[in-house]
T-cell receptor
Framework: GDSVTQMEGPVTLSEEAFLTINCTYTATGYPSLFWYVQYPGEGLQLLLKATKADDKGSNKGFEATYRKETTSFHLEKGSVQVSDSAVYFCALSVPTANNLFFGTGTRLTVIP | KAGVTQTPRYLIKTRGQQVTLSCSPISGHRSVSWYQQTPGQGLQFLFEYFSETQRNKGNFPGRFSGRQFSNSRSEMNVSTLELGDSALYLC????????????FGQGTRLTVV
């Protein structure tokens, strides 16, 4: 079935460190891929997306590239800030379903 | 442009009671989906409505139900509440069915005691 496997957390980094959160997927057909972010006490916000192979989604310094050959969509940021502390969810949607499939989430804490 | 609005933000209910949660989608969005978020199970899909019709349903018992009105606003209802129903319930809206982008509300935090 359709699913997302996401790097387990929590992840703790110092400010200005490089961030990678791994995400791989299993899907029928051609999925669209997403990263959502959830700040404490809030709902989910769409961070970035990619709808076809080799697309790169980017926003607020975060990037992720849709890799069909490795079925991956890893999230990266070159220099994290304290304000990036949140839970990050990788997700996919497929044309045959009406819902998003989410990974388990990765909690990121950035310390000054 | 207003975002997705969920009411109430917080609820405390007793086991056995029922509860109704409300979601107002972004103006012009016709699809509304509901998700349950718990520490143990993560984000699980409940159901999706489009044009007042339930299009898809997740693996939840019949105690969980929902509906959508002609103005696209949606409600979900949980009857005979159990302690395990304590969760953050998130609503997401999309412009159309099977859209590639969903916008989430802040959620309703339900605590069952």
């Amino acid at each position: 079935g359709d699913s997302v496997t996401q790097m387990e957390g929590p992840v703790t980094l110092s400010e200005e460190a490089f961030l990678t959160i791994n995400c791989t997927y299993t899907a029928t057909g051609y999925p669209s891929l997403f990263w959502y972010v959830q700040y404490p006490g809030e709902g989910l916000q769409l961070l970035l997306k990619a709808t076809k192979a080799d697309d790169k989604g980017s926003n607020k310094g975060f990037e992720a590239t849709y890799r069909k050959e490795t079925t991956s969509f890893h999230l990266e940021k070159g220099s994290v800030q304290v304000s990036d502390s949140a839970v990050y969810f990788c997700a996919l949607s497929v044309p045959t379903a009406n819902n998003l499939f989410f990974g388990t989430g990765t909690r990121l804490t950035v310390i000054p | 442009k207003a975002g997705v609005t969920q009411t109430p933000r917080y609820l405390i209910k007793t086991r056995g009671q029922q509860v109704t949660l409300s979601c107002s989608p972004i103006s012009g969005h016709r699809s509304v989906s509901w998700y349950q978020q718990t520490p143990g199970q993560g984000l699980q899909f409940l159901f999706e409505y489009f044009s007042e019709t339930q299009r898809n349903k997740g693996n939840f018992p019949g105690r969980f139900s929902g509906r959508q009105f002609s103005n696209s606003r949606s409600e979900m209802n949980v009857s005979t509440l159990e302690l395990g129903d304590s969760a953050l319930y998130l609503c997401a809206s999309s412009r159309r069915e099977r859209a590639t982008e969903a916008f989430f509300g802040q959620g309703t935090r339900l605590t069952v005691v």
